[in-house]
Structures are given as structure tokens and as C-alpha cells.
T-cell receptor, first 114, second 113 residues
Framework: DTEVTQTPKHLVMGMTNKKSLKCEQHMGHRAMYWYKQKAKKPPELMFVYSYEKLSINESVPSRFSPECPNSSLLNLHLHALQPEDSALYLC?????????????FGPGTRLLVL | QKEVEQNSGPLSVPEGAIASLNCTYSDRGSQSFFWYRQYSGKSPELIMSIYSNGDKEDGRFTAQLNKASQYVSLLIRDSQPSDSATYLCAVNLLNQAGTALIFGKGTTLSVSS
């Protein structure tokens, strides 16, 4: 089973709202990732958690705040977003933060910021 | 800046033909390479991973890696209309902070029946 789940599937929010995206995996993976994908572009890495610790933050604005409450869950808290933040937000996980490990993607949350 | 380059396409092939997708990467120290397929509106799905020079076959798919030339390719034999999608080449980089998957821009494949 290589399932990564994400909720919600779709989200519409105003620029003053606070919302959270949720990602869950039960494969015992110890590395989890957030990517952002704009239309017609490849996924771009935002954050990496290794063994529940934030290991990579790709210069993401502070209006995006990741959280890893435990080894199965990954959240992305959103606050004061801009319309240009509208995108598909993808969560992924891998067995470990090793180069040879495959990353498995969830279905994504499609976010629209008005 | 570590980069992964792909021809964006579209690559159009008739049903039953071989589709050839190519990718080059800039970081000579890269060790792990992946091909993902992404249907419109969906998330990336792993097709193949390859780590050693040479060919790796899985059903109708063959991945080829040449580290000296910094080149990765994906061949799809007996292409089907259901193979129509964007194919993303990805390289997993390892640095002190952890691993980071770097994607090419993707090649859009269209298989006509």
C-alpha cells in the first residue's frame, strides 16, 4: 500500500482567512514533503520533514507554516495568502530521507485564493 | 543551480508506436532518477526509478541511464491512448539538510488512436 491521503481536495479562501491542509500516510515513512505546483509547471519543493523535524525550507514565505505533529501526519497552515498562491499543493512521503528512496504523492489539494 | 531539462513537447505518436522521452541533468553527483506520469488535474504517479547505468525494463516501459552523458530516457513501447499524459523526469539530490526531488518541466505525450 503506497497511499498518501490529503484533505481537503479543494479549498477556496480569501486573503484574510486562515486554513490548514492535511496530509496523512500509514506506510511508516519517515520523510514527508510539501510541493507546490502551478498550472503547466512542474512541482516545486517547499518543505521537507525528516523524522518529524523540518530539514529543508526552500525559502517559502512565512504565510505558509508547516507542522509535523507525528510521523504519520503533515499539516500546512495557511494565513494571509495572495492570489498568486493559488495552485495544487502536493504532499509526498518516502521511506526515509535517502536519495534512492521513491517519493509517493498524495492526490493534492487544489487551492484558490480570492 | 541544479537543473533538469526536458523537451516540453508535445510529442505526438500513433497508437502502437514507440514514444521516446529524454532528460538531461546538471548535477554530476546525482545518483537517483525517477520518471513520473501526471494526468491533467491529477498528482504525479511513479513509472520507473533507475540508479545504475544501463537499461531497466518494466512491462512496456524502459528507462535508460547514462551518467557520463548526464542523460536519462524513457521508452514507451506499444503506446496506448491511455499513455497520453505529461511525463516528469526527476532527480533526487542529497545535501546536508536532506533530500530534494528536482523536476524537469515535463514532456506532454499525445497518443492518437
Amino acid at each position: 500500500d503506497t497511499e498518501v491521503t490529503q484533505t481537503p481536495k479543494h479549498l477556496v479562501m480569501g486573503m484574510t482567512n486562515k486554513k490548514s491542509l492535511k496530509c496523512e500516510q500509514h506506510m511508516g515513512h519517515r520523510a514527508m514533503y510539501w510541493y507546490k505546483q502551478k498550472a503547466k509547471k512542474p512541482p516545486e519543493l517547499m518543505f521537507v520533514y525528516s523524522y518529524e523535524k523540518l530539514s529543508i525550507n526552500e525559502s517559502v514565505p512565512s504565510r505558509f507554516s508547516p507542522e509535523c505533529p507525528n510521523s504519520s501526519l503533515l499539516n500546512l497552515h495557511l494565513h494571509a495568502l495572495q492570489p498568486e498562491d493559488s495552485a495544487l499543493y502536493l504532499c509526498a512521503s518516502s521511506q526515509a530521507p535517502r536519495q534512492e528512496e521513491t517519493q509517493y504523492f498524495g492526490p493534492g489539494t487544489r487551492l484558490l485564493v480570492l | 543551480q541544479k537543473e533538469v531539462e526536458q523537451n516540453s513537447g508535445p510529442l505526438s505518436v500513433p497508437e502502437g508506436a514507440i514514444a521516446s522521452l529524454n532528460c538531461t541533468y546538471s548535477d554530476r553527483g546525482s545518483q537517483s532518477f525517477f520518471w513520473y506520469r501526471q494526468y491533467s488535474g491529477k498528482s504525479p504517479e511513479l513509472i520507473m526509478s533507475i540508479y545504475s547505468n544501463g537499461d531497466k525494463e518494466d512491462g512496456r516501459f524502459t528507462a535508460q541511464l547514462n551518467k557520463a552523458s548526464q542523460y536519462v530516457s524513457l521508452l514507451i513501447r506499444d503506446s496506448q491512448p491511455s499513455d497520453s499524459a505529461t511525463y516528469l523526469c526527476a532527480v533526487n539530490l542529497l545535501n546536508q539538510a536532506g533530500t530534494a526531488l528536482i523536476f524537469g518541466k515535463g514532456t506532454t505525450l499525445s497518443v492518437s488512436s
